[in-house]
């Protein structure tokens, strides 16, 4: 099956539309608005997915809309991954998020422009917020996992960071994957009536109750795959700029000023 690699640009801009699906679509039809389209396009889709290892997505909640570059052709996006396939389904190409039409991987300031992008199209009610104290200097994201030790480092330091202008906002990475007891949990604390108190519970080595209900934490974890979280906490600085792991909090103040003025 040939590779495909689109633009990267243009698929941070449907991926949290398509993915995580929780911001405003505009009234009018445009080229991003889902189409209906046959079993057997979504059925392909559905098994090329699964045979790279995606975690399993029914075929029939995948989502489509008309390809930007070519005719007759749509796509959907998972992961890390953009499917296109034709409307007859005998063509399915697949391309990576950060790599070009020429199948060249983006550069840095490029990469930082797909998440700075695509995090401005997500919902800060689906993420566990800690606005700051005063006058917001810095916006900052990150992915947690619910059981990661240094993610609770950074929860420690929250109070601090928010006294020094930071807004903090976590999102889900549950490192052992989906359906899994670290992702239930991380489920749970989704739906807690307050997120961050059940949060400081399971940190404190408490449990908390085990709840259900519509969360953003799988498409979190799309998402986190599609910018290459390889561990948690993943910083994502209000610039595009991702840094792995907690730096301790005057050297991430040092960096959040370092990147507050700097815009790929």
């Known amino acids: 099956m040939k590779g495909f690699a689109p633009q990267g640009l243009r698929a941070a801009c449907i991926l949290a539309l ?20 046959s079993e057997a396009i979504k059925q392909a889709v559905a098994e090329e997915i699964y045979s790279i290892g995606l975690v399993n997505v029914e075929a029939s909640e995948l989502v489509f809309r008309p390809s930007l570059d070519m005719n007759d ?9 953009v499917f296109q396939i034709s409307s007859d389904a ?11 039409d020429e199948g060249e ?8 422009t797909v998440r700075r992008n695509t995090l401005a199209l997500l919902d800060e009610k689906d993420m566990i917020n800690y606005p700051a104290t ?6 900052l994201s990150a992915f947690i996992d619910v059981d990661c030790e240094y993610c609770a480092r950074l929860h420690h330091d929250i109070p601090r960071l928010n006294a020094a ?8 990475f549950p490192r052992e994957g989906l359906d899994t007891p670290n992702f239930l949990r991380t489920v749970s604390v989704w739906c807690s009536s307050d997120r961050a108190a059940a949060l400081e519970r399971l940190e404190a080595g408490h449990s908390i109750p085990s709840r259900s209900c519509p969360n953003p934490v799988a498409a979190h974890f799309y998402l986190g ?7 948690t906490p993943t910083l994502v600085l209000s610039d595009g700029h991702m840094q792995p792991g907690y730096p301790g909090f005057k050297p991430l103040l040092q960096l959040l000023e370092q990147h507050q ?3 790929p």
């Open 18 to 37: 398509m993915l995580l699906g929780f911001s405003a679509v505009s009234a009018e039809p445009t080229a991003d608005d889902p189409v209906p389209v």
């Open 73 to 81: 052709v749509y796509e959907t996006i998972i992961g890390a991954y």
């Open 90 to 100: 005998s063509m399915l190409l697949r391309g990576d998020l950060f790599y070009t």
């Open 105 to 112: 991987l983006l550069d840095a300031k490029q990469r930082a």
């Open 134 to 139: 005063g006058k917001t200097q810095h916006h």
């Open 165 to 172: 202008g930071v807004h903090l906002r976590f999102l889900a």
């Open 225 to 231: 795959e599609a910018f290459r979280v390889e561990g």
């Open 261 to 263: 003025h700097q815009t």
